[in-house]
């Protein structure tokens, strides 16, 4: 009984220390992801023009953009030096991104997965910059107090609602691309699953009448 008591206690906590710790995911801003394809096209520019100068997507290839509903002309024209087979790599050579900023960054691909509510977190990460100072020299950010990584889309620069709101959907159109590259294959998942189930209910109805042929001849 009493070894019971101890058990139950001890779950008690465990579940207190559980909730208090979804707390701190609290500060997440909640917002709906559009998984439209032009919200991810979008993020795929973002993600092509500003983010890869530091960050690589290594598991993703250009030419899987075409995935996303964007032609050859348009992923073409996001390439620098590379070639459109080539994995999503940043050309900034990787000492030169080690040394700058203490430590390499992260790789993209998996992002959206690797976080706990990870769309939100990406889009509170890119909309939590602040200036530290009022001479406006150093930021930091509400979500990840001394983050390596600068202000990549200037949030804190922004000096209106409209230029902050205009942040905010470039925030939320990559986070849509990220959540995509994650796990590019969901889509062509789900509809072979359709096909799947559509395919076991006619397979089903047609046992189901042969079983009463059968069967009728046995009676
Ligand atoms: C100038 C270089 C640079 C640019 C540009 C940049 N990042 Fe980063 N990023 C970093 C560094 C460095 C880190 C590691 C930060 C740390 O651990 O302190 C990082 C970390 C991250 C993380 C992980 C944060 C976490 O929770 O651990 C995410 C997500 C991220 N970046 C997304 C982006 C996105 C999206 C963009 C483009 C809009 C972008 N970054 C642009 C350098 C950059």
């Not at 500003?50 to 390439?79: A, V």
Request: hydrophobic share 45%; proline share 3%; aromatic share 8%.
């Amino acid at each position: 009984m009493r070894s019971l008591l101890v058990l139950l206690s001890a779950v008690t906590m465990l579940a207190a220390a559980q909730t208090a710790m979804a707390g701190a995911t609290g500060a997440l801003k909640m917002v709906d992801i559009d998984n439209s394809e032009q919200a991810r096209q979008r993020g795929a520019e973002i993600v092509v023009s500003t983010c890869m100068m530091c960050h690589s997507l290594k598991y993703i290839k250009f030419s899987d953009l075409s995935q996303i509903g964007m032609t050859e002309e348009q992923i073409k024209y996001l390439l620098e030096d590379q070639d459109i087979d080539d994995r999503m790599m940043s050309l900034t050579p990787i000492e030169v991104r080690k040394e700058s900023y203490g430590k390499v960054p992260p790789d993209l691909a998996l992002m959206a997965i690797a976080r706990k509510k990870g769309p939100q977190h990406i889009y509170t990460l890119l909309t939590d910059y602040y200036y530290k100072d009022a001479e406006q020299e150093e930021t930091d950010n509400h979500l990840f107090p001394g983050i390596k990584m600068p202000d990549a889309l200037a949030y804190a620069d922004a000096e209106s609602d409209e230029e902050r709101a205009e942040i905010e959907t470039q925030a939320a159109d990559v986070a849509s691309f990220l959540v995509w590259a994650a796990d590019p294959n969901a889509e062509s998942r789900r509809a072979i699953g359709t096909y799947v189930i559509i395919y076991l209910i006619i397979l089903t109805a047609l046992l189901y009448l042969l079983k009463r042929r059968v069967w009728s001849k046995v009676h």
